[in-house]
C-alpha cells in the first residue's frame, strides 16, 4: 500500500507555508545552550533566473542539501537564515520574453510565481518574508546606489575598447561570458569589436582577490580556477632601444635568464608605437593592414596552439639587445595580446614554443645560446582585465549616469535613485550597439544635475551579472518593502549575520557570479558599508544531474526531467532522499527512474513501521515481550546511527547517512513493539530528509509541535563505545585465530586476552616475540 503523500504532503506545506520559517534578523538567539559552536547560520542558495520552463530535477540537488543543513542546524538550536529570491534581469529572461511576445516584467512575473510554487511542492524551509528580486525598483536602486560609489572612488569608467560582441543576441558581453571564442548564452562566435563601454576596474582588487582566497573553506577546484584567472605571474620588464627612432620598447617576460637567446622582438598590433611612428615605418600600410585583420579576432583565437603564426616585420625599425648590444628587428604579430603584460615580448626561439615556430614560418634565426645570470627588478602582472559592465539590451539596471556636453559624465544624484526602467513599445535589441532605451526621447532627456543644461540619460544597462553582486546582503535588510535608505541602517544586522556560513552553488560560477560578488563585498568593505573581508565563508558545489542520455541536463538537448512531475508522480520526499541518496553530493550522477522507485518504497516501509494505524501498536503495551539482547541491540544501534547521521549531514555525506538510516529501518521492522521514544528518534533523524512524512508520522504519534521546533538527538557516547569487534590474531603474518573484545582496546589490553586465549597461546609458548603489529579494533600480529 503506497501512503498518500499527495495529502500528507499538501497539508504540511500549508501548515509551513501559515507558520512561515521566520527567523529575524534582529540578532541572535540561541534556542538551546546545549550545543556548543556558533548560534548563527546563514546558508545560503544561489537564486535561480525564473525560467519559463520550469525547475528540471538537476536543479534541486543544492537547494534539497541547502535545506537538510537548514533543517538540521535549526533542530541543534541556531539561529538559521535561509532566504530565497529572484534573479531575474538578463539574457535568459529578455530572450524569452521576445520568443514568447511579452514584455519581460510581465514574463518574469508569471514565472516567479511558477517557480516558488515549484519550489513550495519541494518543501523547503525558505523564508519568503525575505524575498528579493532584482528587477523591482526597491532594489536596483541599490545595485544603482553601489556603482555610484564605484564611480565616485574611480572604479567605474568609461573608454573605447576592443570588446566581445556577440551578432545573436547583439550585446557586448564580458571575458567571463566567452568559452573557446563563443557566447555562453546563444554558442555563436564572438566578434571583436572597439565601442566606448562602461568598465569596472576590478584589475584594483587582483593581489586582494587573489590573497584573501588563502582563508576561504572553499572547494580547491574553485579557489584553483580564481588563481588560474587572475593569473599573477612575477616577471621582469627589460627595455630594448630603437636609437634611430628615439624610442623604446618595454619587454615583459618570466624568463630574462634566455636574454642572450633574443633573435627579435615581437609587438602587439595594438601597440602604440606602430601609430606614434607611422612615417618611420617603411611599409606602414602593410602593417596597417594587418593591424586591421587582427583587430577581428578574439584573443582565444589568436592564441589558439594549432594555428598557423601570422605577422608583419615593421621595416625600417631596428633595436638593440641592452645585454649583448645585437641589432635584432621588430614584427608585429596577433600571438602577442596588446593588454598583456607590455605589450610586447623578446622572442627566445630557442627556448620558447610559440617563438620558435614564428621564427620558423619567416626565416629568423635561432641561436643556440646558454642560460644568462639575470637580475632585473620583478614585474607583477595579472591576466585578470577590467570588467566591461554596459550591456546594449533592454532588460537590466539602467547605468545612474547623466552625460552632459559641458560637465562630462555625471552621477544621478541619490535622492532621484532609483533610475527606473522606462515601459518601451519594443524591447528588442537595435543591434546599432545601442540600447532600446536610446529611443526614448522623454527619457533620454533630462537636466544636467550640475549645471541644469540639457543633457541625456545613459542608455546603456547593467550586464546580469548586476544584481546577484550584492544580494546576500538584500535578505538580511527586513524584506523588499522595507528597504531603508542609506546602507548604514544595517550596520548591526550585518555584523550579526555576516559571513554567509555556507554558500551552495554551481562550479559554473567560479570565475564569474564568484569573483565579481567578491570583488564588490571587498569595495563595500573598503567604504565601510560591510563589517567582512569576503561575502562567503563556506561554498560547497553540488554534483550535476545528467540525463538518461548520460550528457548534462539541459532544455537544448531535451534529456531534462521535470520536478513538477516526479513529484506528482512519487511525492517530495522520494524525490529529495533519491537525489541525495545518488552519490557524493558533489559528484555528477545519471538520473534513474528505478532508483526513485526504489525510495518510495523505502518510505512506504518507514510509513508502515510507524504508523499505528497500518501497525499497531507502535510504542505497544509490552515492550517487555521481546527479549532484552534484542532491545539493547536496536538501542545501540539507534545511537549509533544518531552518530553516523550527525556527522555525515555535517560533512555533507547525504548519501552514507540514508544508508545507515536504512539499515536501522531494516532492524527496527524485525522488533516490532520498541519504545515509543526509540520511533521518536528515528522521525527526527528522518525529519531533514522527508520533513512531510517525519511530521506526519510525529503528529501520529500524539506529538503536536513542529519538529523545526524540535531539538536533535543526541546520543550515548557509552553505549557506542563498548561495542564488541571482531579481532583477527596473526603469528608471522598468518592467521591464527579471531577473537571478540570490547572495541578501542588498547595494544596491552588485546595482548592480555591473547595470552589468556588457550587455542592462540600455544601457538606463542616457548617463542620470544620480536615484534608487535597491531591494529586498532582490527589486527594483532606477533612477529617470533
Ligand atoms: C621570453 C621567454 C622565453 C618567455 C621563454 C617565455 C619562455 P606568463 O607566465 O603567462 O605570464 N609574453 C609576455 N607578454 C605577452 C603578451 N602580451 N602576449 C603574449 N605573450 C606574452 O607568460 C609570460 C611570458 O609570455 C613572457 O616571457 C613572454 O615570453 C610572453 F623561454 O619572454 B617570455
Ligand atoms: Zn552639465
Request: aromatic residues 10%.
Given at each position: 500500500?503506497?501512503?498518500?503523500?499527495?495529502?500528507?504532503?499538501?497539508?504540511?506545506?500549508?501548515?509551513?507555508?501559515?507558520?512561515?520559517?521566520?527567523?529575524?534578523?534582529?540578532?541572535?538567539?540561541?534556542?538551546?545552550?546545549?550545543?556548543?559552536?556558533?548560534?548563527?547560520?546563514?546558508?545560503?542558495?544561489?537564486?535561480?533566473?525564473?525560467?519559463?520552463?520550469?525547475?528540471?530535477?538537476?536543479?534541486?540537488?543544492?537547494?534539497?542539501?541547502?535545506?537538510?543543513?537548514?533543517?538540521?542546524?535549526?533542530?541543534?538550536?541556531?539561529?538559521?537564515?535561509?532566504?530565497?529570491?529572484?534573479?531575474?534581469?538578463?539574457?535568459?529572461?529578455?530572450?524569452?520574453?521576445?520568443?514568447?511576445?511579452?514584455?519581460?516584467?510581465?514574463?518574469?512575473?508569471?514565472?516567479?510565481?511558477?517557480?516558488?510554487?515549484?519550489?513550495?511542492?519541494?518543501?523547503?524551509?525558505?523564508?519568503?518574508?525575505?524575498?528579493?528580486?532584482?528587477?523591482?525598483?526597491?532594489?536596483?536602486?541599490?545595485?544603482?546606489?553601489?556603482?555610484?560609489?564605484?564611480?565616485?572612488?574611480?572604479?567605474?569608467?568609461?573608454?573605447?575598447?576592443?570588446?566581445?560582441?556577440?551578432?545573436?543576441?547583439?550585446?557586448?558581453?564580458?571575458?567571463?561570458?566567452?568559452?573557446?571564442?563563443?557566447?555562453?548564452?546563444?554558442?555563436?562566435?564572438?566578434?571583436?569589436?572597439?565601442?566606448?563601454?562602461?568598465?569596472?576596474?576590478?584589475?584594483?582588487?587582483?593581489?586582494?582577490?587573489?590573497?584573501?582566497?588563502?582563508?576561504?573553506?572553499?572547494?580547491?577546484?574553485?579557489?584553483?580556477?580564481?588563481?588560474?584567472?587572475?593569473?599573477?605571474?612575477?616577471?621582469?620588464?627589460?627595455?630594448?632601444?630603437?636609437?634611430?627612432?628615439?624610442?623604446?620598447?618595454?619587454v615583459?617576460t618570466?624568463?630574462?635568464?634566455t636574454?642572450?637567446g633574443v633573435t627579435y622582438l615581437v609587438?602587439?598590433?595594438?601597440?602604440?608605437?606602430?601609430?606614434?611612428?607611422?612615417?618611420?615605418?617603411?611599409?606602414?600600410?602593410?602593417?596597417?593592414?594587418?593591424?586591421?585583420?587582427?583587430?577581428?579576432?578574439?584573443?582565444?583565437?589568436?592564441?589558439?596552439?594549432?594555428?598557423?603564426?601570422?605577422g608583419?616585420?615593421?621595416?625600417?625599425?631596428?633595436?638593440?639587445?641592452?645585454?649583448?648590444?645585437?641589432?635584432i628587428s621588430v614584427w608585429?604579430a596577433?600571438y602577442v595580446?596588446?593588454?598583456?603584460?607590455?605589450?610586447a615580448i623578446m622572442a627566445v626561439p630557442q627556448y620558447d614554443?610559440r617563438d620558435r615556430?614564428f621564427a620558423?614560418?619567416f626565416?629568423l634565426p635561432v641561436?643556440?645560446?646558454?642560460?644568462?645570470?639575470?637580475?632585473?627588478?620583478?614585474?607583477?602582472?595579472?591576466?585578470?582585465?577590467?570588467?566591461?559592465?554596459?550591456?546594449?539590451?533592454?532588460?537590466?539596471?539602467?547605468?545612474?549616469?547623466?552625460?552632459?556636453?559641458?560637465?562630462?559624465?555625471?552621477?544621478?544624484?541619490?535622492?532621484?535613485?532609483?533610475?527606473?526602467?522606462?515601459?518601451?513599445?519594443?524591447?528588442?535589441?537595435?543591434?546599432?550597439?545601442?540600447?532600446?532605451?536610446?529611443?526614448?526621447?522623454?527619457?533620454?532627456?533630462?537636466?544636467?544635475?550640475?549645471?541644469?543644461?540639457?543633457?541625456?540619460?545613459?542608455?546603456?544597462?547593467?550586464?546580469?551579472?548586476?544584481?546577484?553582486?550584492?544580494?546576500?546582503?538584500?535578505?538580511?535588510?527586513?524584506?523588499?518593502?522595507?528597504?531603508?535608505?542609506?546602507?548604514?541602517?544595517?550596520?548591526?544586522?550585518?555584523?550579526?549575520?555576516?559571513?554567509?556560513?555556507?554558500?551552495?552553488?554551481?562550479?559554473?560560477?567560479?570565475?564569474?557570479?564568484?569573483?565579481?560578488?567578491?570583488?564588490?563585498?571587498?569595495?563595500?568593505?573598503?567604504?565601510?558599508?560591510?563589517?567582512?573581508?569576503?561575502?562567503?565563508?563556506?561554498?560547497?558545489?553540488?554534483?550535476?544531474?545528467?540525463?538518461?542520455?548520460?550528457?548534462?541536463?539541459?532544455?537544448?538537448?531535451?534529456?531534462?526531467?521535470?520536478?513538477?512531475?516526479?513529484?506528482?508522480?512519487?511525492?517530495?520526499?522520494?524525490?529529495?532522499?533519491?537525489?541525495?541518496?545518488?552519490?557524493?553530493?558533489?559528484?555528477?550522477?545519471?538520473?534513474?527512474?528505478?532508483?526513485?522507485?526504489?525510495?518510495?518504497?523505502?518510505?512506504?516501509?518507514?510509513?508502515?513501521?510507524?504508523?499505528?494505524?497500518?501497525?499497531?501498536?507502535?510504542?505497544?503495551?509490552?515492550?517487555?515481550?521481546?527479549?532484552?539482547?534484542?532491545?539493547?541491540?536496536?538501542?545501540?544501534?539507534?545511537?549509533?546511527?544518531?552518530?553516523?547521521?550527525?556527522?555525515?549531514?555535517?560533512?555533507?555525506?547525504?548519501?552514507?547517512?540514508?544508508?545507515?538510516?536504512?539499515?536501522?529501518?531494516?532492524?527496527?521492522?524485525?522488533?516490532?513493539?520498541?519504545?515509543?521514544?526509540?520511533?521518536?528518534?528515528?522521525?527526527?533523524?528522518?525529519?531533514?530528509?522527508?520533513?512531510?512524512?517525519?511530521?506526519?508520522?510525529?503528529?501520529?504519534?500524539?506529538?503536536?509541535?513542529?519538529?523545526?521546533?524540535?531539538?536533535?538527538?543526541?546520543?550515548?557516547?557509552?553505549?557506542?563505545?563498548?561495542?564488541?569487534?571482531?579481532?583477527?590474531?596473526?603469528?608471522?603474518?598468518?592467521?591464527?585465530?579471531?577473537?571478540?573484545?570490547?572495541?578501542?582496546?588498547?595494544?596491552?589490553?588485546?595482548?592480555?586476552?591473547?595470552?589468556?586465549?588457550?587455542?592462540?597461546?600455544?601457538?606463542?609458548?616457548?617463542?620470544?616475540?620480536?615484534?608487535?603489529?597491531?591494529?586498532?579494533?582490527?589486527?594483532?600480529?606477533?612477529?617470533?
Open positions: 500500500m503506497r501512503y498518500d503523500f499527495k495529502k500528507i504532503e499538501k497539508k504540511w506545506q500549508k501548515i509551513w507555508a501559515a507558520k512561515g520559517h521566520k527567523q529575524s534578523c534582529e540578532g541572535p538567539i540561541l534556542r538551546s545552550s546545549s550545543f556548543g559552536g556558533q548560534r548563527k547560520k546563514y546558508v545560503l542558495d544561489m537564486f535561480p533566473y525564473p525560467s519559463g520552463s520550469g525547475l528540471h530535477v538537476g536543479h534541486l540537488v543544492g537547494y534539497v542539501g541547502s535545506d537538510i543543513i537548514s533543517r538540521f542546524y535549526r533542530m541543534k538550536g541556531c539561529q538559521i537564515l535561509h532566504p530565497m529570491g529572484w534573479d531575474a534581469f538578463g539574457l535568459p529572461a529578455e530572450n524569452y520574453a521576445i520568443k514568447n511576445k511579452i514584455h519581460p516584467s510581465i514574463a518574469v512575473k508569471e514565472n516567479i510565481k511558477n517557480f516558488k510554487e515549484e519550489l513550495n511542492a519541494i518543501g523547503f524551509s525558505y523564508d519568503w518574508d525575505k524575498e528579493i528580486n532584482t528587477t523591482d525598483p526597491a532594489y536596483y536602486k541599490w545595485t544603482q546606489w553601489i556603482f555610484l560609489q564605484m564611480f565616485k572612488a574611480g572604479l567605474a569608467y568609461e573608454a573605447e575598447v576592443p570588446v566581445n560582441w556577440c551578432p545573436k543576441d547583439k550585446t557586448v558581453l564580458a571575458n567571463e561570458e566567452v568559452t573557446d571564442g563563443r557566447c555562453d548564452r546563444c554558442d555563436s562566435l564572438v566578434e571583436r569589436k572597439k565601442l566606448k563601454q562602461w568598465i569596472l576596474k576590478i584589475t584594483s582588487y587582483a593581489d586582494r582577490l587573489l590573497g584573501d582566497l588563502e582563508g576561504l573553506d572553499w572547494p580547491e577546484r574553485v579557489k584553483e580556477m580564481q588563481r588560474n584567472w587572475i593569473g599573477k605571474s612575477e616577471g621582469t620588464l627589460i627595455k630594448f632601444q630603437i636609437p634611430m627612432i628615439g624610442d623604446q620598447i618595454e615583459f618570466t624568463r630574462p635568464d636574454i642572450d609587438i602587439a598590433p595594438e601597440h602604440s608605437l606602430i601609430e606614434n611612428h607611422k612615417l618611420k615605418i617603411k611599409n606602414y600600410e602593410e602593417v596597417k593592414k594587418y593591424v586591421e585583420t587582427a583587430s577581428h579576432k578574439t584573443d582565444l583565437m589568436r592564441q589558439e596552439q594549432s594555428k598557423e603564426k601570422t608583419v616585420e615593421l621595416k625600417g625599425i631596428k633595436a638593440i639587445n641592452p645585454f649583448n648590444n645585437d641589432e608585429v596577433d595580446l596588446g593588454h598583456y603584460g607590455s605589450g614554443e615556430e620558423q614560418k626565416n641561436i643556440d645560446k646558454l642560460l644568462v645570470e639575470f637580475s632585473g627588478e620583478k614585474a607583477v602582472k595579472y591576466k585578470l582585465r577590467d570588467w566591461i559592465f554596459s550591456r546594449q539590451r533592454y532588460w537590466g539596471e539602467p547605468i545612474p549616469i547623466i552625460k552632459c556636453e559641458k560637465c562630462g559624465n555625471q552621477p544621478v544624484p541619490e535622492e532621484n535613485l532609483p533610475v527606473v526602467l522606462p515601459d518601451v513599445e519594443s524591447y528588442e535589441p537595435t543591434g546599432e550597439a545601442e540600447s532600446p532605451l536610446a529611443v526614448i526621447e522623454n527619457w533620454v532627456n533630462v537636466q544636467c544635475p550640475k549645471c541644469g543644461g540639457l543633457a541625456k540619460r545613459e542608455t546603456n544597462t547593467m550586464p546580469q551579472w548586476a544584481g546577484s553582486c550584492w544580494y546576500y546582503l538584500a535578505y538580511l535588510m527586513q524584506g523588499i518593502n522595507n528597504f531603508k535608505f542609506p546602507i548604514s541602517a544595517y550596520k548591526d544586522i550585518f555584523k550579526n549575520w555576516l559571513p554567509v556560513d555556507l554558500y551552495i552553488g554551481g562550479v559554473e560560477h567560479a570565475v564569474l557570479h564568484l569573483l565579481y560578488v567578491r570583488f564588490w563585498h571587498k569595495f563595500l568593505y573598503d567604504i565601510k558599508a560591510v563589517p567582512t573581508l569576503e561575502p562567503f565563508q563556506k561554498l560547497m558545489n553540488q554534483g550535476l544531474i545528467m540525463g538518461t542520455d548520460g550528457q548534462k541536463m539541459s532544455k537544448s538537448r531535451e534529456n531534462t526531467v521535470s520536478a513538477k512531475e516526479i513529484t506528482e508522480e512519487f511525492g517530495a520526499d522520494s524525490l529529495r532522499v533519491y537525489e541525495m541518496f545518488m552519490g557524493p553530493f558533489g559528484d555528477s550522477k545519471p538520473w534513474d527512474v528505478h532508483g526513485i522507485i526504489g525510495i518510495e518504497r523505502f518510505l512506504n516501509r518507514i510509513h508502515n513501521l510507524i504508523n499505528p494505524k497500518s501497525h499497531p501498536p507502535v510504542g505497544g503495551p509490552n515492550p517487555n515481550q521481546i527479549a532484552n539482547n534484542q532491545k539493547d541491540r536496536i538501542e545501540k544501534l539507534l545511537n549509533k546511527t544518531i552518530k553516523k547521521v550527525t556527522e555525515d549531514i555535517e560533512s555533507f555525506k547525504f548519501n552514507t547517512a540514508i544508508s545507515a538510516l536504512m539499515i536501522l529501518v531494516n532492524e527496527m521492522e524485525k522488533n516490532p513493539n520498541l519504545k515509543i521514544e526509540n520511533y521518536k528518534l528515528i522521525i527526527k533523524l528522518l525529519f531533514p530528509f522527508v520533513p512531510h512524512l517525519a511530521q506526519e508520522l510525529w503528529e501520529k504519534l500524539g506529538n503536536s509541535s513542529l519538529l523545526d521546533c524540535e531539538l536533535w538527538p543526541q546520543y550515548d557516547e557509552k553505549l557506542i563505545k563498548e561495542e564488541d569487534v571482531e579481532l583477527v590474531v596473526q603469528i608471522n603474518n598468518k592467521v591464527r585465530g579471531r577473537i571478540v573484545v570490547k572495541s578501542k582496546l588498547s595494544q596491552k589490553e588485546v595482548e592480555r586476552l591473547v595470552f589468556s586465549e588457550k587455542s592462540i597461546e600455544k601457538w606463542i609458548q616457548g617463542n620470544k616475540i620480536k615484534k608487535v603489529i597491531f591494529i586498532s579494533d582490527k589486527l594483532i600480529n606477533f612477529i617470533i
